[in-house]
């Protein structure tokens, strides 16, 4: 458990990654905001610790965003256009507010007729804020596990609990004002709103902006600051940010990670892909140990069953950048829907980059995922992981039937794919996941085998 050290900062740049895929954000958005919210901590003098609490702020402020995400998008449908509508929002503005939820419910319901899509706009802003409330509530709930899974300290975790909270009172979950709102929370809020602004509209904009909005979202003191120096905060944050500048803004000491914390982190990971859409939880940790146990049969070094094991918590990481609406809905997905869901290899690669050479082994992994022997029959292949939904998840496992139906399709593919060794692997890492229940069957009974109910899910 030595030989391995990887920096938790590496960690906290892939969920930032993920993070801007997920909110629909600009590429390196919480990285530029990390940078920029380093500069006004400095300009500003403040402290060791709330440069700390900043720093891993800005990576993890949404963190959380996909809880529940299934739920926001029932009602609003594409969640990300309705984040990248939000992006440099006066959320303490409920006209802008409500004008931003008409249009993302008439873009819900473009294809009903006027006077129904008028109805159904009504009905759904009536249900606006009861069901964005517990939502929000729950990202930073969320975003709080996430970063004591991570190791953060009690302190950086409780800004993690108050990412929607405002100068004003009017943020969420608690409504807290004034000096009760955190030094760091109150700094990645302005911060990550001037990058929000300078993308969209310029940074004299942004400037005139942040002043603008002083005593309402933002402290004063702080928000005057930034529109002061705007033009010197903002000089050389272009559009990407490197990984040794973030690296380097670590506050000291620099935290590393040993393999054990490494793997809690890629299951963290893991968990924050899947938590999005209740028919994916649990699938990443499951690729995770499938992968890992076909390697150990083989007889891979440990080194390549370990990246086996951590790309298969991240391989999906990319497929944030689909609208949980897309997967939701019924039909066929569109020319440009098809086109982001076959790029989330790619986008997974990219995510990978953060962990610079260490990552190398587990991006090539990741960016071939749905690569193929051969092209046809993906059905058949894809029917093997479908069995292996947890208890409860939906749809519902057909108990032994799905699984020994992709069990004989895997071993139905060395007489045509001429790859033997692997399918064979393959059925029986899915043939020996989970053993027999206990039955309930007397003991007494004529009936040989578990019963129905109790036959491995």
């Not at 939000?86 to 959320?91: A, C, F, R, S, T």
């Not at 083989?298 to 997967?327: F, K, N, Q, Y």
């Not at 991006?363 to 894809?382: C, F, K, P, Q, S």
């Not at 699984?403 to 139905?412: E, G, T």
Request: charged share 25%.
């Amino acid at each position: 458990m030595t030989d391995v050290s990887i920096r938790r900062a590496d960690f906290m740049m892939v969920l930032a990654y993920a993070s801007d895929l997920a909110t629909g954000h600009s590429r390196d958005f919480a990285l530029k905001s990390c940078v920029l919210a380093m500069r006004i901590a400095e300009l500003a003098g403040v402290s060791e610790q709330v440069r700390r609490n900043a720093y891993h702020q800005s990576m993890l402020r949404y963190v959380g965003c996909n809880a529940d995400t299934d739920l926001l998008s029932g009602l609003f449908g594409d969640e990300i256009a309705l984040r990248q509508d939000l992006v440099g929002l006066d959320m303490g503005n409920r006209a802008e507010l409500g004008r931003v939820f008409v249009q993302a419910f008439k873009r819900f319901y473009y294809d009903l007729e006027p006077d129904a899509q008028s109805k159904a706009v009504e009905a759904a802003m009536s249900q606006a804020l009861a069901v964005a409330r517990p939502v929000l509530t729950a990202h930073c709930e969320v975003a709080q596990r996430i970063g004591e899974r991570l190791g953060l300290s009690d302190e950086i975790r409780r800004n993690l609990g108050q990412i929607y909270e405002r100068w004003d009172g009017k943020g969420l979950p608690r409504g807290l004002s004034g000096e009760d709102v955190l030094p760091a929370v109150r700094l990645i809020t302005l911060a990550q709103d001037a990058i929000a602004l300078s993308d969209a509209v310029g940074i004299d904009a942004m400037a005139e902006t942040i002043a603008s909005r002083a005593d309402g979202p933002y402290e004063a003191d702080l928000a005057r600051l930034v529109s002061a120096n705007a033009a010197t905060l903002m000089r050389g944050i272009g559009a990407t940010v490197d990984r040794e500048t973030i690296l380097a803004l670590e506050p000291d000491p620099p935290v590393t990670l040993d393999e054990g914390a490494c793997g809690e982190a890629f299951l963290a990971i893991a968990d924050m892909i899947d938590m999005r859409m209740p028919f994916t939880q649990g699938h990443s940790r499951m690729v995770s140990e499938l992968a890992a146990g076909a390697g150990k049969r083989i007889g891979l070094p440990d080194p390549d069953v370990r990246a086996l094991r951590w790309s298969g918590c991240i391989h999906d990481i990319g497929e944030l950048v689909v609208p949980v609406a897309t997967w939701m809905r019924n039909g066929p997905l569109s020319v440009r829907e098809r086109d982001a869901a076959q790029l989330h290899a790619y986008y997974g690669e990219r995510a990978l980059a953060s962990f610079g050479h260490d990552g190398e082994a587990m991006g090539a992994l990741v960016l071939r995922h749905h690569e193929r022997l051969v092209v046809r029959d993906i059905t058949a292949r894809l029917a093997v992981p479908t069995c292996l939904r947890q208890p409860g998840s939906w749809p519902p496992p057909r108990h032994s039937r799905r699984r020994a139906r992709s069990v004989r399709i895997a071993r139905r593919f060395p007489a045509r794919r001429r790859r033997h060794s692997c399918a064979r692997l393959f059925a029986t890492a899915v043939s020996a996941r989970r053993p027999p229940r206990p039955c309930c069957r007397s003991p007494g009974s004529s009936r040989a085998g578990p019963c129905r109910r109790h036959w491995p899910a």
